[in-house]
């Protein structure tokens, strides 16, 4: 990811390319039987804030506009909380892909991103969830024919949450000229030309979050980064890597792509 300075809306400017991995939360919406409240949230798994879920504000915002009947939620959240992986923009997302299909609303794909773009400047991406280049402040899509198929993702989570508004705050516009399609660059290359700009703000906060880069590279990673502002690393592997035993204090997921 490059920062590419501060717009005049205030967000910040961005190059970044997204890939959709195979791990995910589980999200179950049903109809009617809310009792007094439109709308019942109920969470398990990793705790989280249920007064603040972009659920219930993708819910919200489209009952002001669409005036939904009421439903139950069930979000089983797997997806760490402030690791740079997108889980809470993606629940947004398939929420509002959800009640589309639900309320039979015939919300386009382009209005469902216009909409979820209200909730998270990637939230957009989660709608057609297929490799992309972003731009603007992260809403902006182009699609990329990057297909990392027959590689292996090691993506490792420290239990470090990094919150997103306070990272933005600590990085400077990029001096790199990192490429903004890795197409353009051999994968092999991708170490000495494909950078994220968080990584000088969160490695010196976090020492041991840089440690995981440089072991996934001493494991034979082709190419190892922070995932979005972190705290997640993941390592790109040419064969099955099982690291584990060596993250032992971590969660670790070993990922075909």
């Known amino acids: 990811m490059v920062n590419r300075g501060l717009r005049d809306d205030g967000y910040h400017e961005i190059r970044s390319t997204i890939y959709p991995i195979s791990i995910c939360d589980s999200l179950e919406i049903v109809r009617g039987g809310a009792g007094k409240k439109k709308l019942e949230l109920l969470t398990t798994g990793i705790e989280m804030d249920g007064n603040d879920n972009l659920c219930m504000k993708a819910y919200e915002m489209l009952d002001l506009e669409f005036n939904l009947g009421s439903v139950q939620m069930h979000l089983h ?16 997302s398939n929420t509002i892909l959800m009640l589309n299909e639900i309320f039979e609303l015939g919300l386009t794909e382009d209005k469902m991103k216009s909409l ?13 969830n297929e490799p992309a280049i972003v731009t603007g402040r992260g809403d902006e899509l182009k699609r990329t024919e990057l297909n990392l198929e027959g590689h292996f993702l090691v993506l490792v989570y420290p239990d470090i949450h990094i919150n997103t508004a306070e990272a933005y705050k600590q990085i400077q516009s990029s001096k790199k000229s990192g490429s903004i399609d890795p197409l353009n660059e051999n994968i092999e290359n991708w170490r000495d030309s494909i950078f994220n700009d968080f990584e000088d703000f969160v490695f010196s906060s976090f020492p041991e979050i840089g440690k995981i880069k440089s072991a996934l590279y001493n494991s034979g990673a082709i190419y190892a980064s922070l995932s979005g502002s972190g705290s997640s690393v993941y390592g790109i592997f040419t064969r099955v890597t099982d690291l584990k035993a060596q993250f032992e204090n971590h969660t670790v997921w070993n990922i075909p792509l």
């Open 77 to 92: 959240k797997v997806i760490p909380i402030g690791a740079g992986l997108g889980g809470g923009s993606a629940d947004a």
């Open 116 to 128: 979820s773009s209200q909730l998270g400047s990637d939230c957009p991406f989660f709608i057609g």
